[in-house]
């Protein structure tokens, strides 16, 4: 059974930082996409930053480049999201999946599995 399990979201000022982390289990993610998208109060979910597994590519969405990193650890099978420079706006709830595409992918429906979220609150 296939497990995403985020953590790390909390309340932070604004210009703090934070680093959230997504768990997978449950198969081999070497093939697999990984993404972090968030959703606030009453908007759509939006994709902010990827990464293919394999070859650890990254991309992000225009407007966070520069201040969110992605990374993963092949040994703990853990994927992380770095939030520098943390702003009002980035409040949501982030959320961690994985796509069997492999390639690049940014729409929520590409992806075949979802972690449960982490709450992301920054103060101003």
């Known amino acids: 059974q296939v497990q995403l399990v985020e953590s790390g979201g909390g309340l932070v000022q604004a210009g703090g930082s934070l680093r959230l982390s997504c768990a997978a289990s449950?198969?081999?993610?070497?093939?697999?996409?990984m993404g972090w998208f968030r959703q606030a109060p009453g908007k759509e979910r939006e994709f902010v930053a990827g990464?293919?597994?394999?070859?650890?590519?990254?991309y992000y969405e225009d407007s966070v480049k520069g201040r969110f990193t992605i990374s993963r650890d092949n040994a703990k099978n853990t994927v992380y999201l770095q939030i520098d420079t943390l702003k009002p706006e980035d409040t949501a709830v982030y959320y961690c999946?994985?796509?069997?595409?492999?390639?690049?992918?940014?729409?929520?429906?590409?992806?075949?599995?979802w972690g449960q979220g982490t709450q992301v609150t920054v103060s101003s």
């Open positions: 990464i293919r597994w394999s070859s650890g590519m990254t």
């Open positions: 999946a994985a796509a069997q595409l492999g390639r690049p992918v940014t729409i929520p429906g590409q992806y075949d599995y």
């Open positions: 449950g198969r081999t993610f070497s093939s697999y996409a």
